[in-house]
């Protein structure tokens, strides 16, 4: 099946690539982290979370086993099938509408940083549009010195290595930024387009969608619970 990639997007590796150039494979290697923790942390036990950009449940499965009810949505139909135990919903994140409320709203992976304003406003949107009365939004954001501290290096106990090789400035402050995920058997790349947001530029952009910051959840500034604004 050809997938028609998202401009500026692109990845190599084996396996199925999504329109962002993310590699089903290697994000089914990939492993959780401390993410469902702080999830977990923030909303009340057993809460309905909408979680948009789920890929291959990374998330999506801890938070199953910690009691909470996800429904999984992503653009990716090949990510999907890798989803057990969720709802799943194949649509782009800015243009649903399941005319539904949910307690949480999930918007993790930096997707807040897409380079093109209008879809990140359409995201925005959909969360603040599938919110509950006195329910959370909850952003993953980008760490201050994502775009300049490169090219960097981690290498996973697990054993395979992620290489941050470069940001470079396209124009309308948008960076294409180039990754590298090494494991023994095989090697994958992915390209994709971001724009840094400082605190000031990402609470607009939350303000343009109705939504304001409750509380910044680690202390780098990377979590984010968010609200509905109040008057």
């Not at 429904?71 to 139909?77: G, Q, W, Y």
Request: glycine share 10%.
């Amino acid at each position: 099946m050809t997938v028609e990639m998202r401009e500026g997007y692109e990845g190599t590796g084996p396996g199925a690539i999504t329109p962002d150039g993310c590699a089903v494979e290697l994000y089914s290697r990939l492993p959780v982290g401390h993410e469902p923790d702080i999830i977990a942390a923030a909303v009340p036990p057993g809460a309905r979370i909408l979680e948009l950009g789920s890929g291959v449940g990374r998330m999506t499965h801890p938070l199953l086993e910690r009691g909470f009810t996800v429904t999984a949505v992503d653009e990716s139909a090949e990510m999907l099938e890798r989803v057990q135990g969720a709802r799943t919903i194949c649509s782009p994140i800015e243009s649903l509408d399941l005319r539904e409320a949910f307690d949480v709203v999930m918007l993790a992976s930096f997707l807040v940083h897409t380079g093109d304003v209008e879809v990140r406003r359409g995201m925005l949107r959909t969360c603040a549009r599938h919110l509950a009365e006195g329910g959370w939004v909850l952003i993953q954001r980008e760490g201050e010195d994502y775009h300049t501290n490169l090219p960097r290096e981690r290498v996973d106990p697990s054993g395979f290595t992620v290489r941050m090789l470069s940001s470079e400035p396209v124009g309308d402050g948008v960076n294409s930024v180039r990754a590298e995920y090494v494991f023994a058997d095989a090697v994958w790349t992915q390209t994709f387009r971001a724009r840094p947001l400082t605190k000031e530029e990402f609470e607009e952009a939350l303000a343009e969608a109705g939504l304001e910051v409750d509380e910044y959840l680690t202390p780098d500034r990377v979590w984010v619970r968010a609200v509905v604004r109040t008057a």
